[in-house]
């Protein structure tokens, strides 16, 4: 077979570019895994207050969100907790009597209780509602705002993401969180690996948020992993629902090593009435005094239930206090039930949040949304959410956006995709060749991704991360398997061609094209609760990885070109061929469609008025507003009352579709 000239340089100039890139990439690789030097204490403290600024940063707009200290906290009595059972040996947590004040004192008092404990471990119960959270990101914002010289860092994380199986010691984890949401410990410049090296000195105070989240063998997983990993200078503020962490015990056999451990007490009529009157102008209208009165004397029942915790308050906050409004309700409605009265305030909080925040593009401002909504419509679309939570019987706290894929029928959808590929696959080659032969091809087409895109709907989201650090051995073996199968395809080449310029460029393609569908795969991984860091970074990551598959696709479909071209295939046939082939490679060999899966659901559940076609913005826009908080990959509702409150409604419409 005569090779051009054309041929000759290409396949030297592609030899050349293999050779130098396989260099690069093995200096590179040297380098990454080469040893770690040692941090000196300067820099170990540099890193630190960076790492501090970072977390206060991040946790300061989430205490503007939640109003926590404007003007004043809520004033939740928290006490050591009566069910003794629950807490170590007294001695072995602090020096003479283990209590703690209210947050009416000042939040200052409890975190100088809290460095009077022997190891400052810290366990805070309750139940839903109660501000457990919320006391541990106040916890977190005075140690950080009176960080003491040589204490640790505080860092909030959720239990959710802790993978006992796969990270067994606390500091393994702690030390790849570190590596994951704060890049900047890893930017040039910083000492190496920088987040192991604060993770195993001790030099990160993990709050642990969530734990009452998890099965019940993982909470247990967890507490047991604790008691294992932690040494006696290891600082630790747990968060978990009490009836939770009493199982957890149970199963364990013993309790967290050297931990106090606190619960709440109910608000008091007149601790919750000081609160309101401390948001409301010195002189507020005369109906907030009688409101105040009715809360004080006991004579609005429902109302003084509703007080009695930190969310009913702050629902109340929103509901009539920041917004400015009539209170009168309170009065009418707090005489009767107290479900009523909790309704009610739901039904205000979604319009008053919308209306008291509007959009902003300046990214300044994090707690105004990106878009403009109609109140009714968050209530409707989050209303849906709801009920598919309810309904379906997934995780009721959480919701994930590739579960979206699974809100309605995908039949239809899967159709329409197959029938549109195997339509321009069969036009295509009909043109090329003959009709008969592309009526085929077109067909087969569709019949393969109508049998394999049904997998896309139910799928996790993926990533790819080509960091070889850590990857010695799969790094080498790849290469050894690529220069296998080139040297195979070579042989072949060299069998079945006129020259051994010809057998190269078998060699060349055939390795390249084991590269492309078998290396760079080995690449990609399921995006898990321990490897997210929110719902908006796993929807990019997975679109980054359906980006990445296909340009793999449309690399084997060149290599198709050059195969199909060199056995006298014109190049436009060629080149349409190759690239419809390598794209239908990619679209039915990846294991993580998750993203594809979403982008064909949405604007069908758009076009049913459940959701808007920018769900994930829409979802993102809710986080901003504070209807939603994010727990890893997970959105999930920031109140629970609204949530119920919006999965038991009667009226709404959006039907519920299963697949």
Same mark, same amino acid.
């Given at each position: 077979?005569?090779?051009?000239?054309?041929?000759?340089v290409?396949?030297?100039?592609?030899?050349?570019?293999?050779?130098?890139?396989?260099?690069?990439?093995?200096?590179?690789?040297?380098?990454?895994?080469?040893p770690?030097?040692?941090?000196?204490?300067?820099?170990?403290?540099?890193?630190?207050?960076?790492?501090?600024?970072?977390?206060?940063?991040q946790w300061?707009?989430?205490?503007?969100?939640?109003?926590?200290?404007?003007?004043?906290?809520? $004033?939740?009595?928290?006490?050591?907790?009566?069910?003794?059972?629950? /807490? @170590?040996? =007294?001695? &072995?947590? #602090? +020096? *003479?009597?283990?209590?703690?004040?209210?947050?009416?004192?000042?939040?200052?008092?409890?975190?100088n209780?809290?460095?009077?404990?022997?190891?400052?471990?810290?366990?805070?119960l309750?139940?839903?509602?109660v501000?457990?959270?919320?006391?541990?990101?106040?916890?977190?914002?005075?140690?950080?705002?009176?960080r003491?010289?040589?204490?640790?860092?505080?860092?909030?994380l959720?239990?959710?993401?802790?993978?006992?199986?796969?990270? $067994?010691?606390?500091?393994?984890?702690?030390?790849?969180?570190?590596? /994951? @949401?704060? =890049?900047? &410990?890893? #930017? +040039? *410049?910083?000492?190496?690996?920088?987040?192991?090296?604060?993770?195993?000195?001790?030099?990160?105070?993990?709050?642990?948020?969530?734990?009452?989240?998890?099965?019940?063998?993982?909470?247990?997983?967890?507490?047991?992993a604790?008691?294992r990993?932690?040494?006696?200078?290891?600082?630790?503020?747990?968060?978990?629902?009490?009836?939770?962490?009493?199982?957890?015990?149970?199963v364990?056999?013993?309790?967290?090593?050297?931990?106090?451990?606190?619960?709440?007490?109910?608000?008091?009529?007149?601790?919750?009435? @000081?609160?309101?009157?401390?948001?409301?102008?010195?002189?507020?209208?005369?109906?907030?005094?009688?409101?105040?009165?009715?809360?004080?004397?006991?004579?609005?029942p429902?109302?003084?239930?509703?007080?009695?915790?930190?969310?009913?308050?702050?629902?109340?906050r929103?509901?009539?206090v920041?917004?400015?409004?009539?209170?009168?309700?309170?009065?009418?409605?707090?005489?009767?039930?107290?479900?009523?009265?909790?309704?009610?305030?739901?039904?205000r909080?979604i319009?008053?949040?919308?209306?008291?925040?509007?959009?902003?593009?300046?990214?300044?401002?994090?707690?105004?949304?990106?878009?403009s909504?109609?109140?009714?419509?968050?209530?409707?679309?989050l209303?849906?959410?709801?009920?598919?939570?309810?309904?379906?019987?997934?995780?009721?706290?959480?919701?994930?956006?590739?579960?979206?894929?699974?809100?309605?029928?995908?039949?239809?959808i899967?159709?329409?995709?197959?029938?549109?590929?195997?339509?321009?696959?069969?036009?295509?080659?009909?043109?090329?060749?003959?009709?008969?032969?592309?009526?085929?091809?077109?067909?087969?087409?569709?019949?393969?991704?109508?049998?394999?895109?049904?997998s896309?709907?139910?799928?996790?989201?993926?990533?790819?991360?080509l960091?070889?650090?850590?990857?010695?051995p799969?790094?080498l073996?790849?290469?050894?398997?690529?220069?296998?199968?080139?040297?195979?395809?070579?042989?072949?080449?060299?069998?079945?061609?006129?020259?051994?310029?010809?057998?190269?460029?078998?060699?060349?393609?055939?390795?390249?094209?084991?590269?492309?569908?078998?290396?760079?795969?080995?690449?990609?991984?399921?995006?898990?609760?321990?490897?997210?860091?929110?719902?908006?970074?796993?929807?990019?990551?997975?679109?980054?990885?359906?980006?990445?598959?296909?340009?793999?696709?449309?690399?084997i479909?060149?290599m198709?070109?050059?195969?199909?071209?060199?056995?006298?295939i014109?190049?436009?046939?060629?080149?349409?061929?190759?690239?419809?082939?390598g794209?239908?490679?990619?679209?039915?060999?990846?294991?993580?469609?998750?993203?594809?899966?979403?982008?064909?659901?949405?604007?069908?559940?758009?076009?049913?008025?459940v959701?808007?076609?920018?769900?994930?913005?829409?979802?993102?826009?809710?986080?901003?507003?504070?209807?939603?908080?994010?727990?890893?990959?997970?959105?999930?509702?920031?109140?629970?009352?609204?949530?119920k409150?919006?999965?038991?409604?009667?009226?709404?419409?959006?039907?519920?579709?299963g697949?």
């Amino acid at each position: 077979m005569a090779v051009g000239f054309g041929s000759i340089v290409s396949t030297l100039g592609g030899l050349i570019a293999l050779f130098n890139g396989s260099m690069l990439l093995l200096g590179w690789w040297r380098k990454a895994t080469g040893p770690l030097g040692a941090s000196t204490t300067t820099e170990i403290s540099t890193a630190k207050d960076i790492l501090a600024g970072l977390v206060t940063e991040q946790w300061k707009e989430e205490t503007v969100l939640r109003s926590l200290g404007d003007p004043e906290p809520i $004033p939740v009595p928290w006490r050591s907790t009566e069910h003794e059972e629950l /807490m @170590d040996h =007294p001695r &072995l947590i #602090a +020096e *003479g009597a283990v209590a703690f004040p209210s947050l009416s004192g000042h939040i200052t008092a409890m975190v100088n209780d809290f460095r009077t404990l022997r190891c400052r471990r810290l366990v805070i119960l309750g139940g839903p509602g109660v501000g457990k959270t919320t006391l541990a990101v106040q916890l977190l914002m005075e140690l950080l705002r009176t960080r003491r010289p040589g204490e640790p860092v505080p860092v909030l994380l959720s239990a959710a993401r802790w993978d006992t199986k796969a990270r $067994p010691q606390l500091r393994d984890w702690l030390a790849e969180c570190l590596r /994951m @949401d704060y =890049p900047a &410990l890893r #930017a +040039e *410049g910083m000492p190496p690996d920088t987040p192991r090296t604060l993770a195993y000195r001790g030099e990160v105070l993990p709050v642990l948020d969530g734990l009452d989240e998890l099965s019940d063998e993982t909470r247990a997983d967890i507490l047991a992993a604790l008691n294992r990993s932690m040494s006696g200078d290891d600082q630790l503020i747990l968060t978990c629902r009490t009836a939770q962490f009493a199982e957890s015990v149970n199963v364990v056999g013993d309790v967290l090593t050297a931990a106090a451990v606190i619960e709440p007490r109910p608000l008091s009529p007149g601790a919750a009435a @000081d609160y309101l009157q401390a948001c409301l102008p010195p002189r507020p209208p005369a109906t907030w005094s009688h409101v105040l009165d009715a809360l004080r004397d006991g004579s609005a029942p429902a109302l003084l239930e509703v007080t009695s915790t930190a969310l009913g308050l702050w629902l109340v906050r929103i509901a009539y206090v920041a917004s400015r409004v009539d209170p009168k309700p309170l009065l009418n409605l707090g005489h009767g039930d107290p479900s009523d009265l909790r309704d009610h305030l739901c039904d205000r909080l979604i319009p008053e949040l919308v209306k008291s925040r509007p959009p902003a593009d300046d990214p300044v401002q994090p707690f105004r949304p990106y878009h403009s909504w109609e109140p009714d419509q968050v209530h409707r679309w989050l209303t849906y959410l709801a009920r598919q939570l309810a309904v379906t019987g997934a995780d009721t706290h959480g919701m994930a956006w590739w579960h979206l894929a699974r809100y309605t029928p995908t039949r239809s959808i899967r159709l329409t995709v197959s029938l549109g590929y195997g339509l321009l696959a069969g036009l295509t080659f009909g043109a090329l060749t003959v009709p008969v032969v592309g009526a085929v091809v077109g067909l087969l087409s569709a019949l393969v991704l109508m049998l394999t895109t049904g997998s896309w709907f139910t799928q996790t989201p993926g990533y790819v991360d080509l960091r070889l650090r850590g990857k010695r051995p799969l790094v080498l073996r790849t290469i050894i398997e690529t220069l296998i199968i080139g040297l195979l395809g070579a042989f072949v080449g060299w069998r079945i061609g006129e020259s051994g310029l010809y057998a190269m460029q078998i060699g060349l393609l055939t390795g390249l094209v084991f590269v492309f569908m078998l290396g760079v795969p080995r690449f990609e991984h399921p995006t898990t609760a321990t490897t997210a860091r929110s719902p908006r970074a796993t929807w990019r990551a997975d679109r980054n990885l359906t980006l990445v598959q296909v340009v793999i696709g449309i690399a084997i479909g060149i290599m198709a070109v050059i195969l199909l071209w060199n056995v006298g295939i014109s190049l436009i046939g060629a080149f349409a061929g190759g690239l419809l082939l390598g794209l239908l490679i990619e679209l039915i060999k990846g294991r993580h469609h998750a993203w594809l899966a979403y982008s064909l659901t949405v604007p069908r559940l758009a076009s049913k008025g459940v959701l808007p076609l920018r769900a994930m913005g829409f979802l993102e826009d809710a986080h901003r507003l504070g209807l939603l908080r994010t727990e890893g990959p997970f959105y999930q509702f920031r109140n629970i009352e609204l949530q119920k409150h919006l999965s038991d409604q009667k009226h709404f419409s959006g039907s519920v579709s299963g697949r």
